[in-house]
T-cell receptor
């Protein structure tokens, strides 16, 4: 079966532009996570959805970051007025059950965002 | 706060050598512990996990034991192969509404033939 897919795989934006990153989780997976991975670092949590409800957005670094999952499947991470420090790989992960935790999270290939 | 510390890389080994990648954690309560691996050009994938103290996770010849007394979850393999070359991430999670993973910085392993 299909895994988690993300698009675009690469995105170059000029500073100040808005970007939208898409995540298609595994069909039927309840939980969806977004992570940000800076070069040479481990992924850092951004936000968590259980179906369409955004239950945790404590990791979003600023109010320029916004995520949604309106129908409980596809999710979009939007970054407004991009800054150079937003350059990173953005990872999406989904898991079958609510809450993630001990349930295996399946990761997408990531979107590499470069802000010039 | 909760955090994971793993040994700095890169680690370079010859084929069939013994591998240890150290991982320690700081956490309250009883998190679950994970090792994820990222092969070149691929996404992160779960390698193994342990959900309570003294549990041993194992997969593909890799093992790690959840040691609460030393807050550690060291990854070991008795005989590495070139195909094990990858970046390895140690992580913890609590599940429930706090189901997000907290990762270490990663350790790059290169295995030479």
């Amino acid at each position: 079966g299909a895994g988690v897919s993300q698009s675009p795989r690469y995105k170059v934006a000029k500073r100040g532009q808005d970007v939208a990153l898409r995540c298609d989780p595994i069909s039927g997976h309840v939980s969806l996570f977004w992570y940000q991975q800076a070069l040479g670092q481990g992924p850092e949590f951004l936000t968590y959805f259980q179906n369409e409800a955004q239950l945790d957005k404590s990791g979003l670094p600023s109010d320029r970051f916004f995520a949604e999952r309106p129908e409980g499947s596809v999710s979009t991470l939007k970054i407004q007025r991009t800054q150079q420090e937003d350059s990173a790989v953005y990872l999406c992960a989904s898991s079958k059950l609510a809450g993630g935790g001990v349930d295996t999270q399946y990761f997408g290939p990531g979107t590499r965002l470069t802000v010039l | 706060g909760n955090s994971v510390t793993q040994m700095e890389g890169p680690v370079t080994l010859s084929e069939e050598a013994f591998l240890t990648i150290n991982c320690t954690y700081t956490a309250t309560g009883y998190p679950s512990l994970f090792w994820y691996v990222q092969y070149p050009g691929e996404g992160l994938q779960l390698l193994l996990k342990a959900t309570k103290a003294d549990d041993k996770g194992s997969n593909k010849g890799f093992e790690a034991t959840y040691r609460k007394e030393t807050t550690s979850f060291h990854l070991e393999k008795g005989s590495v192969q070139v195909s094990d070359s990858a970046v390895y991430f140690c992580a913890l999670s609590y599940g429930g509404s706090q189901g997000n993973l907290i990762f270490g910085k990663g350790t790059k392993l290169s295995v030479k033939p």
